[in-house]
């Protein structure tokens, strides 16, 4: 039986192009998740790799999509390889039990480990260089500009928190939060 196994790495990301490279292949049950590959719980992964069997095809898009590093990929492979199961990389091809074969899935493994860590240190780079910019802020970007802010927490001098909310649909919390920066910058 072939299976397919997706995954991304944000709830923000999606699925869907893996998931449509999986039905292509024709894969019978596609196991899917939204989970990051530097953890080693990941749920539905750990389902699949109960039920796979001798002679059973897993079917994966990307190395890097099933395993968290190379050593972690070539551990499991051979786990898989020692079960009779097939190693479909799409962007690679079929990996099989023969030493040519466990060749290619070491050195690939090395590159999606390799790709994956420099994809890393660009980001922590970018993240530098934004810390040098004076207006530079970590994290979410507010919901709301401080004009509305400013707008809110004027209503809210001449109405409770619940009608502030109704108007302008900004939280208490997020009204409490203000209220209280604006006290401390007027200290």
Do not use: W
């Not at 934004?130 to 927490?153: C, M, T, V, W």
């Amino acid at each position: 039986m072939k299976y397919g196994y997706a995954r991304v790495s944000t709830v923000h990301q999606d699925l869907e192009s893996q998931v449509q490279q999986l039905k292509k292949e024709s894969c019978e049950v596609i196991y899917k998740e939204k989970f990051t590959g530097t953890k080693k719980e990941r749920p539905e992964f750990t389902k699949l790799l109960d039920v796979l069997k001798d002679g059973d095809t897993l079917v994966i898009t990307k190395l890097d999509r099933f395993a968290r590093s190379a050593e972690d990929g070539i551990s499991i492979i051979k786990e898989l390889f020692e079960r009779g199961v097939k190693v479909h990389v799409l962007n690679m091809g079929l990996v099989e039990n023969t030493p040519t074969g466990r060749l290619i899935l070491t050195i690939m493994s090395g590159f999606a480990e390799f790709e994956r860590d420099m994809i890393v240190e660009r980001t922590q780079e970018g993240k530098a260089i934004a810390r040098q910019k004076p207006d530079f802020r970590e994290g979410r970007p507010n919901k709301y500009s401080k004009k509305q802010i400013e707008h809110a927490l004027k209503l809210l001098e001449m109405n409770s928190y619940k009608q502030v909310e109704a108007m302008t649909g900004i939280s208490k919390s997020t009204l409490i939060r203000a209220k209280r920066k604006l006290k401390e910058r007027k200290r």
